[in-house]
């Protein structure tokens, strides 16, 4: 099937095969099991996004000791590490790899309330109507008893793609090394492979909404090095197109660029902010997700958004 993304001209693939050929040969061939799954995880979709954005606005802005947590995280250093053992018990080793991955302490599932809340933000900024932690049993669903306890993060309504189905968004943060420092299956060869595994988990837990055809699963993952899952991309980039149809015709093009860039910026600090929240045992900020979206001039002119009431006060 045609692929929803533009294909890449020819010399922006021989500079792909001329990076992955270095990194396959030269890079990868020389590290351990751990550092290749790592590398892996921090090339793909959107990977360095979150380094890479203007902090134009408060959402967008990075703290001294989160940038510095995530850099030396990327480089393989050690950590600044306050805490010797974990909620689990287990010691914690320096490079910060038992946090990272350690489901036993509560800290995974909550790193994903930031992720979940930006990704209701996207929806709603590109016109659905939303819901966030909604029962299955409440979707009216067939052979979905009245006791299930199973719920969707975020189900998005009135969106204009996927012919108009509802979207259930299930956003996850993954890490391709476990709690004890070692590779994931295949997350050593193959890319992205920590993601194919949540994304199977994933259809496993909600089989109905598979075979659906008023809801839609999407399965937002994003790994802890910055990689995205390809489906996830593909949805933000069908929302902006859908989203510009509102500007005017001439800024269609621009808008939609714009737009994609704004929400893959807004996911991408979010799912990596949650992520150095986890490393330095901190609380995760779920108030910066829940504003309304900004006007097109601002998205277009990436300047940050004008206040509602005038700073000059009454004359």
């Given at each position: 099937?045609?692929?929803?993304?533009?294909?890449?001209?020819?010399?922006?693939?021989?500079?792909?095969?001329?990076?992955?050929?270095?990194?396959?040969?030269?890079?990868?061939?020389?590290?351990?099991?751990?550092?290749?799954?790592?590398?892996?995880?921090?090339?793909?979709?959107?990977?360095?996004?979150?380094?890479?954005?203007?902090?134009?606005?408060?959402?967008?802005?990075?703290?001294?000791?989160?940038?510095?947590?995530?850099?030396?995280?990327?480089?393989?250093?050690?950590?600044?590490?306050?805490?010797?053992?974990?909620?689990?018990g287990r010691a914690l080793d320096a490079l910060g790899?038992?946090?990272?991955?350690?489901?036993?302490?509560?800290?995974?599932?909550?790193?994903?309330?930031?992720?979940?809340?930006?990704?209701?933000?996207?929806?709603?900024?590109?016109?659905?109507?939303?819901?966030?932690?909604?029962?299955?049993?409440?979707?009216?669903?067939?052979?979905?008893?009245?006791?299930?306890?199973?719920?969707?993060?975020?189900?998005?309504?009135?969106?204009a793609v996927h012919g108009g189905a509802q979207l259930?968004?299930?956003?996850?943060?993954?890490?391709?090394?476990?709690?004890?420092?070692?590779?994931?299956?295949?997350?050593?060869?193959?890319?992205?492979?920590?993601?194919?595994?949540?994304?199977?988990?994933?259809?496993?837990?909600?089989?109905?909404?598979?075979?659906?055809?008023?809801?839609?699963?999407?399965?937002?993952?994003?790994?802890?090095?910055?990689?995205?899952?390809?489906?996830?991309?593909?949805?933000?980039?069908?929302?902006?197109?859908?989203?510009?149809?509102?500007?005017?015709?001439?800024?269609?093009?621009?808008?939609?660029?714009?737009?994609?860039?704004?929400?893959?910026?807004?996911?991408?600090?979010?799912?990596?902010?949650?992520?150095?929240?986890?490393?330095?045992?901190?609380?995760?900020?779920?108030?910066?997700?829940?504003?309304?979206?900004?006007?097109?001039?601002?998205?277009?002119?990436?300047?940050?958004?004008?206040?509602?009431?005038?700073?000059?006060?009454?004359?």
């Amino acid at each position: 099937p045609a692929r929803s993304t533009p294909k890449p001209s020819s010399a922006a693939s021989d500079v792909y095969k001329r990076q992955t050929h270095y990194r396959d040969g030269q890079v990868l061939t020389r590290s351990d099991r751990p550092s290749q799954a790592l590398l892996r995880s921090q090339a793909g979709r959107c990977a360095g996004e979150h380094l890479t954005l203007l902090p134009v606005t408060e959402e967008l802005q990075w703290s001294n000791a989160k940038l510095r947590t995530l850099l030396l995280r990327r480089l393989r250093l050690p950590l600044d590490l306050v805490d010797r053992h974990c909620k689990c018990g287990r010691a914690l080793d320096a490079l910060g790899d038992h946090r990272a991955a350690c489901s036993t302490n509560g800290m995974l599932h909550t790193r994903a309330v930031p992720l979940e809340r930006a990704w209701a933000r996207v929806v709603r900024e590109a016109g659905a109507r939303t819901k966030t932690h909604t029962y299955l049993r409440n979707l009216n669903l067939l052979d979905v008893g009245v006791r299930d306890d199973r719920r969707v993060e975020v189900t998005a309504s009135g969106l204009a793609v996927h012919g108009g189905a509802q979207l259930a968004v299930d956003a996850t943060l993954v890490s391709p090394l476990t709690r004890n420092g070692q590779a994931r299956p295949r997350a050593h060869w193959q890319d992205g492979a920590v993601l194919q595994d949540a994304k199977k988990d994933k259809a496993t837990t909600y089989p109905e909404l598979l075979y659906s055809r008023r809801c839609r699963l999407v399965t937002a993952g994003m790994e802890i090095g910055g990689r995205w899952e390809e489906d996830a991309y593909d949805l933000l980039v069908n929302l902006a197109r859908a989203k510009a149809e509102e500007a005017p015709k001439l800024l269609r093009s621009l808008a939609t660029h714009e737009w994609l860039r704004r929400w893959v910026s807004l996911l991408s600090k979010t799912g990596m902010n949650s992520f150095a929240n986890t490393l330095l045992s901190g609380n995760q900020d779920t108030d910066l997700w829940n504003g309304p979206a900004p006007p097109l001039g601002a998205v277009l002119c990436a300047a940050p958004e004008p206040p509602q009431y005038s700073r000059i006060g009454p004359r």
